[in-house]
């Protein structure tokens, strides 16, 4: 096979992206649990709104599959779903619910302007009186007199979906309306999409305080009021997913988006965020669960907690069926690609996480390239196992080896003075997070005592 074939199959494989929208029929596959379904059904229009937090390990596949419950709860409901991503509009690791907030509003005014019909277009003012909102917070509350938000140009550069999430990001290609009224074309296929990194002029030292607390509640007000206008003017119902707040690190940034306050569970509608782990596993953050639904996202168990040679169909099927899509969706015969025996190789050596599969896959297609080969065999599969492999094991000193070794015969986390360094070791995807009827851990499959 020529470089140009394993190039473009290479490119079916690109480990840092969620499935594409438009591919979103062609690549997505459903887990065995029907996450999807449950979501969908969580979400309803028909039930009383909520505010919900989607917690799973990084690179479990949480993305992709916000981009298929917009396209479902569309399809099912014509809800108005507005999906956008906190990391490609400001700086999420330091993120506060006061930005939270305002983005949420800006990104549905956005997505309403770009997808209702000139007569039913949002109401600009509400927009501007939310802005307005926050520069007094800001004006108020710290030594910044100047703050001012440019709206035009938060609007620009702001990445949302709308609807069935298809489309790609709303003004990336396209002009859309940004002022009640008045049609402004913002951008063009030929000019290349530049998000505008959004700064509130807050951090978590001024939400904190009580005396700012009125005023984070009045912009929660005027976030209602842009659901309410949008909800009427659309004549559906509205379902926004936070993306990105999954990326929190620090524990007391954490506990002030979800647990000090209750800013968060302030909007009128149904919202999913993504949210850290922490949110799930630390006891400090245990009664986040009074305010807010978690919802568990694992990765794809390949082997039951007792059993661990023993193969789960199902879960083979989803990981192997990944592959399958993609190269199908080009018209290759996965079985020419690569070995099947091969490909399950792969799939074991995940451990089921999402993104590491698709790596590895990446990664393969360069070895057989570099052999000279047609399709992917044993000899690739071990290499791109052993150099995952090499890449953990960079990561651990004697101890966290003695804390590894702890989960491998427990399949529990470990505690006491070694228990942050095992919650470190999940964030990073080195133990790894399985739920069935119980939760219970392991080490990355990749990491065997010799290399493969």
Known sequence: MDRKMWAMISNLFSPFDPVPPSLLDEWFVERPDRRIERLVSLLSPDKLPGQHILVGQPASGKSSELTKLASELRKQYDA?????????????????????????????????????????????????????????????????KKFEVNLDKLLAGLIVFGGAALAGPIGAAAGFTISSGTSKTVQTLAQRFIPFRFTSGTNTQVVRRLEVEPDVEAMIDGLNAIIDDVTQRAEQPLVLLVDGLDKLRDPDIISLNFLEKQFLSGPNCSVLYTGPLDLLYSPQFGSVRARFRIVPYSHVKLYDRHHPNAVAPDAYDVMRQVVYRRLESEQFEPEAIIVPDVLHLLIKGSGGVMRDLIRLMQSATLEAELAGKDRIEEREAKRVLNEL???LMAQLTPDYHEVLQHVRETHQRAGGDEGEKCDLMLRNDIVLGYVNDDIWFDAHAALTPEPW
Do not use: C, Y
Not at 82 to 98: K, L, Q
Not at 103 to 123: C, H, T, V, W, Y
């Open 80 to 144: 108005l779903v507005i999906r956008f991503d906190m990391t490609d509009n400001t700086d999420v690791e330091r993120a506060n619910p006061v930005e939270v907030i305002f983005l949420m509003g800006a990104a549905i005014f956005k997505a309403a302007a770009a997808e209702l019909s000139d007569r039913r277009q949002p109401n600009r003012q509400l927009l501007e009186n939310l802005k307005s909102g926050l520069e007094t917070l800001v004006h108020t509350h710290t030594a910044n």
């Open 389 to 391: 492999r090499r890449q």
